[in-house]
T-cell receptor
Framework: DADVTQTPRNRITKTGKRIMLECSQT?????MYWYRQDPGLGLRLIYYSFDVKDINKGEISDGYSVSRQAQAKFSLSLESAIPNQTALYFC??????????????FGPGTRLTVL | DAKTTQPPSMDCAEGRAANLPCNHSTISGNEYVYWYRQIHSQGPQYIIH???NNETNEMASLIITEDRKSSTLILPHATLRDTAVYYCIVHPGGTSYGKLTFGQGTILTVHP
């Protein structure tokens, strides 16, 4: 969905480096999420944010941190990247205020490789 | 979240209807049935969702059984571009926890 953008789209980095993945949305949604996907596996939730001041850990938050700089921006940081963080990373948004069904819309993804 | 069961793969001829089944026998009264699809490592794409009634939008139709223990996603005229992994997800509405639980899904292959 073009309303949710992720940068960079691809990134190769080395073990121990700090890296930030960024997500921006023009949908005006209040909720934002970060998921990761490993080959052959489903998506797993890393962090989620219900508004700028409400950030919560997901099921696999160790090794990651996030920042919700504004309603439209949600960044994911790897403080010290390790090879098992090599994965596809997806940002998603939802407009819970408008609809209690929490329909989530995903960005195109960032392919991260940690050498 | 309730667990879902989907066939691992299905085939469909181009132009024909694709009917993708999903079992969710432990679904709770406040849980919605969602369908997403993922085309080759792209971001998952929302298709449709429903609670009790059948739903239709520009992409697909969703048929939910009366007891809500199973559902079928219908792509009325499948095209080659519909080849993807289709995920059936049950997700509580009105909840404060937003995680979508993606299972293994159904790999739908549309062939000429």
């Amino acid at each position: 969905d073009a309303d949710v953008t992720q940068t960079p789209r691809n990134r190769i980095t080395k073990t121990g480096k700090r890296i930030m993945l960024e997500c921006s949305q023009t949908k005006g949604h209040d909720r934002m999420y970060w998921y990761r996907q490993d080959p052959g596996l489903g998506l797993r939730l890393i962090y989620y944010s219900f508004d700028v001041k409400d950030i919560n850990k997901g099921e696999i938050s160790d090794g990651y941190s996030v920042s919700r700089q504004a309603q439209a921006k949600f960044s994911l940081s790897l403080e010290s990247a390790i090879p098992n963080q090599t994965a596809l990373y997806f940002c998603a948004t939802s407009d819970f205020r408008a609809s209690v069904t929490d329909t989530q819309y995903f960005g195109p993804g960032t392919r991260l490789t940690v050498l | 979240d309730a667990k879902t069961t989907q066939p691992p793969s299905m085939d469909c001829a181009e132009g024909r209807a694709a009917n993708l089944p999903c079992n969710h026998s432990t679904i709770s009264g406040n849980e919605y049935v969602y369908w997403y699809r993922q085309i080759h490592s792209q971001g998952p794409q929302y298709i449709i969702h429903g609670l009790k009634n059948n739903e239709t939008n520009e992409m697909a139709s969703l048929i939910i059984t009366e007891d809500r223990k199973s559902s079928t996603l219908i792509l009325p005229h499948a095209t080659l571009r519909d080849t993807a992994v289709y995920y059936c997800i049950v997700h509580p509405g009105g909840t404060s926890y937003g995680k979508l639980t993606f299972g293994q899904g159904t790999i739908l292959t549309v062939h000429p």
